[in-house]
């Protein structure tokens, strides 16, 4: 008889620390999952893709401004070549 009072007072004992462990124990530690929406990345790609356009259009005015134009020298010309390049 005195066997089964140790063994069942261990397991209360084993059963309140569980229950204290987890009661007292860290909290969630995941970070909050950030959905993106499919309208959310279309604007994301719409938006990389005007600033895209807008500096094809800022290359393509400079080259017109620089190069165009009769008489440059060698090294104008190189810079003007390279600049056609990045078109």
């Known amino acids: 008889m ?5 063994i069942g007072s261990i397991a209360l004992v084993l059963a309140g ?4 462990g987890h009661a007292f124990g860290q909290e969630s530690t995941q970070p909050s999952v950030v959905r993106i929406t499919g309208q959310e990345k279309l604007e ?3 938006a990389l893709r005007r600033a895209a356009v807008a500096e094809q259009q800022k290359r393509k005015g400079n080259f017109a401004r620089n ?4 008489g440059l020298t060698d090294v104008q010309l190189e810079a003007c070549r390279a ?5």
């Open 67 to 70: 190069c165009i134009r009769t």
């Open 2 to 6: 005195n066997t089964s009072i140790i």
């Open 17 to 20: 620390l569980l229950a204290t």
């Open 83 to 87: 600049a056609y390049r990045r078109l």
């Open 44 to 46: 994301q790609r719409e």
